[in-house]
């Protein structure tokens, strides 16, 4: 059989309500050209994230409703822990209500203002907690990240000659820890094979510097190496996954990831001293150790979710509908970043619309066109959300200009991909008179949220 079906039937639906181009331009007119500033139920096809907006289980429901909401020492918590356990096998773990208060919890600790963290590319929230906290955010991807056509199959890597360098220029003094994105969700989506992990590992370890996974896209990842990496093929994905965090010495995870939950998250590490100075402020802003801001019932289906999310059938199906959306818009000319990621679709509005400088934001000009003509939306990473130096208050141009289209995890159809293809298409006919923008008003930290805009 060819065709690769959703491995799952639905039970439950959720209405679309479809709108009309004139009603769109009203609509977005009034959010200030801000997707984030839309109502959801305005957009057709919501790709802005793949964050929290899984479609969760029969049996992650049924695990909801065993959550045990005691304080302290909740079944839940247990059942969780052992999860995590399990699969990322780190000794220390600690629950927080979403992968930005581990980072924040982290961050807080270990890094000051002479901290340089090094990444193969950091996440906004990530960049914006460790800018928070006094340090500088270094990324440092791979040459081959730089191609956008070729099809190198790890172009999440870490740059393995500039990370030697820098430890060897900063040391251990500078750089309280290292830190690899999995799969890279800034820089395309593209995962990280073993080999480079492997490497990063015995670099921090020769160095006495920490390593830390940024774990959201674990199963993902995995799954890449299981059919790109040489030597991997009849590897259970599981073991993958086990792999990798054995390398490492801690991670922060984002649950509305590769977990399918809607909220929730978790901080790693094996050093226990370091997990002590964690748990006071885990106290003091997230909750219990036990719970760490969330309810029992959100561990449950955490504990559910990291399972499902490691079904092979699953992680096939998902990467091969990602590479579906991709494969069209290559053939049909549409820059996109290549290879495939799993998560989501990039298209690069550097090459989208070469007539709008990287200052004049072409990422923010092409989600805005996107959801004008078909009501989908996406989400600029460029020069928007890299965001000023907030030292200095000057705009850096961002290294890509990309528009992400997140896929949910089991919410789409194919026909819904169908429909997104025509879209992306028919503003793609029209790209030579798509005008660039400017920025009205905008916060200091992670400004792309909140930015208001308007056409230039
Ligand atoms: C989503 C995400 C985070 C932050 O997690 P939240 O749960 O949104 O706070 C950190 N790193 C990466 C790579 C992510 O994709």
């Known amino acids: 059989m060819k065709t690769i079906i959703e491995p799952f039937k639905i039970k439950m639906v959720e209405p679309i309500q479809l ?26 096809i919501d790709l802005l994230t793949d ?9 992650a429901w049924g695990a909801m409703m065993r959550g045990d909401e005691s304080y302290a020492g909740a079944r839940s918590w247990y059942r969780f822990r052992d999860t995590v356990k399990d699969i990322f096998g780190f000794e220390q773990i600690m629950p927080t209500h979403q992968g930005r208060a581990a980072e924040r919890i982290l961050f807080s600790v270990m890094v000051n203002p002479d901290s340089i963290v090094p990444n193969n590319t950091h996440f906004d929230t990530t960049r914006a907690n460790i800018e928070y906290a ?55 989506g593209q995962p990280v094979s073993m080999a480079n992990i492997r490497s990063i590992s015995r670099i921090a370890k020769d160095a006495g510097i920490p390593f830390y996974i940024d774990a959201c896209r674990f199963a993902e990842n995995a799954h890449f190496i299981k059919r790109r990496e040489p030597g991997y093929e009849n590897t259970p994905t599981i073991d993958i996954a086990r792999e990798m965090f054995s390398y490492a010495d801690g991670c922060t995870m984002s649950a509305k990831k590769d977990a399918f939950a809607n909220i929730g998250g978790f901080l790693c590490t094996n050093d226990a001293g370091l997990a002590q100075q964690e748990r006071n402020l885990l106290i003091l802003t997230e909750g219990f150790p036990t719970y760490g801001g969330l309810a029992g019932r959100d561990l449950d ?24 959306v991709v494969q069209h818009l290559r053939s049909a000319g549409v820059p996109v970043v290549a290879p495939a990621g799993g998560h989501a679709v990039y298209l690069d509005a550097r090459r ?7 200052l004049q934001y072409p990422g923010q000009s092409l989600s805005v066109e996107l959801y004008r003509e078909a009501g989908i939306r996406g989400v600029e990473i460029g020069s928007v959300m890299a965001g000023a130096d907030p030292r200095t208050g000057e705009e850096r141009p961002a290294r890509l200009e990309l528009v992400r289209l997140a896929i949910p995890r089991r919410v789409y159809t194919q026909s819904h991909m169908d429909y997104v293809l025509e879209g992306i298409n028919l503003v793609w006919q029209r790209r030579d008179g798509i005008r660039g923008m400017r920025i009205e008003k905008a916060p200091k930290f992670l400004r792309h949220f909140t930015a208001e805009f308007e056409w230039i």
């Open 19 to 44: 709108t009309t181009m004139e009603q769109r331009d009203t609509l977005i007119r009034n959010a200030h050209y801000n997707p984030f500033l839309l109502s959801a139920e305005d957009v057709i």
């Open 51 to 59: 964050s929290g907006t899984s479609a969760m289980s029969a049996n």
């Open 134 to 188: 006094g340090g500088a955010a270094l990324d440092i991807p791979c040459a081959e990240a730089d191609d956008l056509d070729s099809d190198f199959p790890f172009k999440g890597n870490i740059d393995l000659d500039a990370l030697k360098k820098l430890v060897a220029k900063e040391g251990p003094e500078h750089i309280p820890l290292i830190m690899v994105t999995v799969t890279n969700n800034s820089g395309g």
């Open 301 to 324: 289906a955490i504990a559910v979710g990291l399972r499902e999310i490691l079904d092979e059938d699953y992680l096939d199906y998902r990467l091969t509908s990602t590479r579906y």
């Open 352 to 358: 989208f619309l070469p007539h709008i400088e990287p």
